[in-house]
């Protein structure tokens, strides 16, 4: 238990279909975050919201869609993907209202989506 | 601008043996450092960081990291390492400037294999 959980854990989709990944933070934090794993390439900052405002959209494409309705939970809505977007999602959350204290980001266990 | 280098994609290690997965850094600032694993099919689990004080610091499962600021190290040991300890590790800075709030920059990884 990480105190940030995703679901699906699973997710296969096709290239027309929409369906969305669900995190949920049960640490009382303000900031969460989406992250892209793919193999052999680095992790990769995808968005940033900080009590329920976006403050980093790392260039990523509109296929992806964020939402924060609140701190606690965050959504990315997924419409149109490309076979190169299978990559595991991971949500993540720290208590980042105060940036200069090296606050810890905390992740959940990660959507594996698979696009076909 | 800021960067980490995991130099070493695999490092091998007998049960019992020292571990080390090294980690070299590149911040304008001071950095704030971080260290996770990855288990199979799993998220990233939070081990250990560094933010100020004494330059060798502790954390889960009996690992330690020294922060060195004049080789821009920060490398990640355990005394005697388990075969459950392998997995993926990665290393993270972030730059405490404001500008770079919620940029965690992280390594490509090190694969750590435990034999028994």
């Known amino acids: 238990e990480t105190g940030v959980t995703q679901t699906p854990r699973h997710l296969v989709m096709g290239m027309t279909n929409k369906k969305s990944l669900k995190c949920e933070q049960h640490?009382?934090?303000?900031?969460m975050y989406w992250y892209k794993q793919s193999a052999k390439k680095p992790l990769e900052l995808m968005f940033v919201?900080?009590?329920?405002?976006?403050?980093e959209n790392n260039s990523v494409p509109s296929r992806f869609s964020p939402e924060c309705p609140n701190s606690s939970h965050l959504f990315l809505h997924l419409h149109t993907l490309q076979p190169e977007d299978s990559a595991l999602y991971l949500c993540?959350?720290?208590?980042?209202?105060?940036?200069?204290?090296?606050?810890?980001?905390?992740f959940g266990e990660g959507s594996w989506l698979t696009v076909v | 601008a800021q960067s980490v280098a995991q130099p070493e994609d695999q490092v091998n290690v007998a049960e019992g043996n020292p571990l080390t997965v090294k980690c070299t850094y590149s911040v304008s600032g001071n950095p704030y450092l971080f260290w996770y694993v990855q288990y199979p099919n799993r998220g990233l689990q939070f081990l250990l960081k560094y933010i100020t004080g004494d330059n060798l610091v502790k954390g889960s499962y009996g690992f330690e990291a020294e922060f060195n600021k004049s080789q821009t190290s920060f490398h990640l040991k355990k005394p005697s390492a388990l075969v459950s300890d392998s997995a993926l590790y990665f290393c993270?800075?972030?730059?405490?400037?404001?500008?770079?709030?919620?940029?965690?920059?992280f390594g490509a990884g090190t694969q750590v294999v435990v034999t028994p």
């Open positions: 919201y900080n009590f329920k405002e976006q403050t």
């Open positions: 640490l009382g934090h303000n900031a």
């Open positions: 993270a800075v972030r730059d405490i400037r404001a500008d770079s709030w919620g940029k965690l920059q």
């Open positions: 993540a959350s720290s208590q980042g209202w105060a940036e200069s204290s090296g606050n810890t980001i905390y």
